[in-house]
């Protein structure tokens, strides 16, 4: 069995704890960073939209995107460090949410988080994608909060008339 | 049109100057103008390179000084692990930032700062390097040194260095807080999955020289438009600080101070001046004199304002701040501004004009990253709309208060 873990910035944590909670001893655990290449392609064309500068050496999108590369391993390392159990590690690059799709592919189950306000229940709980992660998804999708879920007392009145 | 091709392709690796000045050798051969508006045009346009000149090589020492790496910690620590805070910091420091060291340094020297920050602290990164490069062009309203296209409308303005940034006060927050107010929305999902912060950062080392420099330079951006001196000579007198200290320290070496200086893309500058002088001299003025509103109502200024923001969007804010302004200038002081209303916010809708966006895909492709041009543009049609609608508003109530 193959549990794809989609670690990212700021909800990794309780993905990880989802993973050993609910993936069997056995299972081959796939550890997963995409770094979004639209990060360092936003700095790329602010320099060039500087007409006249010249110095592809002072390019900051390069700085960028070494900082990228030294970030995701990082994030990576202090996730295997998180779980503790043998795992696979696996850095992409490209547009994140399709990349987790297709990594996804032929696995039993994939691990995210919800994004979104956290103080508040409701829409507007998944990112743009994570919200694509979740309807393209080619295997079952373990959803997590990033800290420990809210009761069913936190839950709206139901819509309509009021008595 | 062929100068900002060759601008925008540059054959080779050429600096951009290798084809703008013999082309603006040719337009004097050729007749195309005059020698005596060539030289006028360089007259006019000298003391403005000057002065950018300064202002980047300003920048540049500071970052040698530190000044950008102490951002970053301050940044870090003061947003307390709190992405949404760390973006309040990060319009605190871009806007500052582009406001007195032009937009160049919060491009290429604050946005790798920026990413290392939020990276740092877990936080995703995109909205805070969205901030960054927004601002580098909405923020860089307050100042005659914040942009080029500033230090151009400034000349050809007549207005002392402290009238423009009293005029230009109101417009840039507006502005900004445009600009806080859609990025925050639009990624709220972003902004609220937190960062397990590492926290730790200990007080930053504060480059005090530095931004004592800084300051000093500000006041006499103030003091000498008082006096009636080209304030150009504060921000010589501010680099020339920095640099007698960076050399006695041999922090740097001449040879970097006048690379720093973009000696390269000052010659770019002229030359598409008077390039640019050509083409308006042969009847661009009278085609696009017609489209100009005149006066500074608040429709004429509206009118001018979008005007020069589409025009920012289909050749570049440089060029399109060059054609523009002369047509302005009779209008008064309050249309010049309006120009540079259009041309800096503009630039955020489709990326520094059509054809930089062509080169960006290009740049992007050889680094295998990818563009999310429909992100960008979405996001683009979300701010400028409001943020240039809300500006001029505040430009022309500006103007009702202050008066030029």
């Known amino acids: ?163 | 049109m062929l100068v900002l091709v060759g601008a925008v392709v540059r054959p080779w690796g050429w600096p951009e100057a290798v084809v703008a000045v013999p082309a603006a050798g040719l337009v004097v051969a050729t007749g195309a103008i005059s020698p005596a508006h060539a030289l006028a045009e360089a007259q006019r346009l000298g003391p403005v390179i000057g002065f950018l000149a300064a202002v980047l090589v300003l920048a540049q020492l500071c970052d040698d000084e530190g000044l950008f790496q102490a951002c970053g910690a301050w940044m870090a620590r003061t947003s307390a692990g709190s992405p949404r805070r760390l973006l309040v910091q990060v319009f605190a420091a871009a806007s500052v930032i582009t406001a007195v060291l032009s937009l160049d340094a919060t491009v290429v020297l604050l946005t790798p700062v920026v990413f290392a920050t939020a990276a740092r602290l877990g936080a995703r990164p995109k909205p805070h390097l969205y901030a960054c490069t927004h601002l580098s062009n909405t923020a860089s309203l307050l100042l005659p040194v914040s942009n080029l296209t500033n230090l151009l409308a400034f000349a050809a303005s007549g207005l002392s260095f402290t009238r423009f940034a009293a005029l230009m006060v109101l417009p840039w927050l507006v502005a900004i807080g445009v600009e806080y107010v859609v990025l925050r929305r639009f990624f709220a999902a972003d902004l609220e999955a937190g960062a397990p912060s590492p926290g730790g950062a200990g007080a930053p080392e504060m480059p005090l020289f530095a931004l004592v420099t800084v300051a000093g330079t500000l006041a006499g951006f103030v003091l000498t438009s008082t006096v009636g001196i080209d304030p150009a000579w504060a921000a010589l007198a501010g680099a020339l600080v920095l640099a007698v200290r960076a050399l006695a320290r041999r922090r740097t070496t001449p040879a970097a101070i006048v690379r720093s200086a973009a000696v390269p893309f000052l010659a770019f500058v002229l030359a598409l001046g008077v390039v640019v002088r050509a083409v308006v001299d042969n009847g661009l003025a009278s085609a696009l004199g017609h489209l100009v509103p005149h006066g500074t109502s608040l429709p004429a200024l509206l009118g001018v304002a979008v005007l020069a923001a589409v025009l920012a969007n289909v050749i570049n804010n440089l060029p399109a701040t060059l054609v523009l302004l002369p047509l302005a200038v009779p209008s008064g002081a309050g249309a010049v501004l309006a120009v540079l209303l259009g041309v800096n916010i503009g630039p955020n809708l489709t990326y520094a004009g059509s054809l930089a966006t062509l080169l960006w895909r290009r740049i992007v492709r050889e680094h295998d990253a990818e563009v999310g041009l429909g992100e960008f543009t979405r996001l683009g049609l979300l701010v400028v709309p409001a943020a240039l609608t809300l500006a001029v508003v505040a430009l022309w109530g500006s103007l009702q208060i202050v008066g030029t």
């Open chain 1, 1 to 163: 069995m193959t549990v794809v873990v989609w670690i990212t910035e700021g909800t990794w944590p309780a993905c990880v704890d989802a993973a050993r909670t609910h993936a069997p001893q056995d299972a081959q655990v796939v550890l997963l960073h995409v770094s979004d290449r639209d990060v360092p392609g936003l700095a790329h064309g602010a320099f060039a939209g500087l007409l006249g500068r010249g110095h592809r050496e002072r390019d900051p999108g390069d700085r960028v995107g070494h900082l990228a590369d030294a970030s995701a391993r990082q994030l990576l390392d202090a996730a295997v460090e998180r779980f503790g159990r043998p795992c696979t590690r696996l850095e992409r690059a490209g547009r994140t949410e399709r990349e987790v799709v297709a990594v996804a592919e032929g696995a039993e189950l994939l691990v995210l988080a919800r994004d979104g306000d956290r103080t508040r229940l409701g829409p507007h709980s998944l990112g743009p994608a994570t919200r694509f992660v979740v309807d393209h998804a080619p295997c079952p999708v373990l959803l997590v909060w990033p800290e420990p879920a809210p009761g069913a007392d936190t839950l709206p009145p139901p819509p309509g008339p009021q008595r």
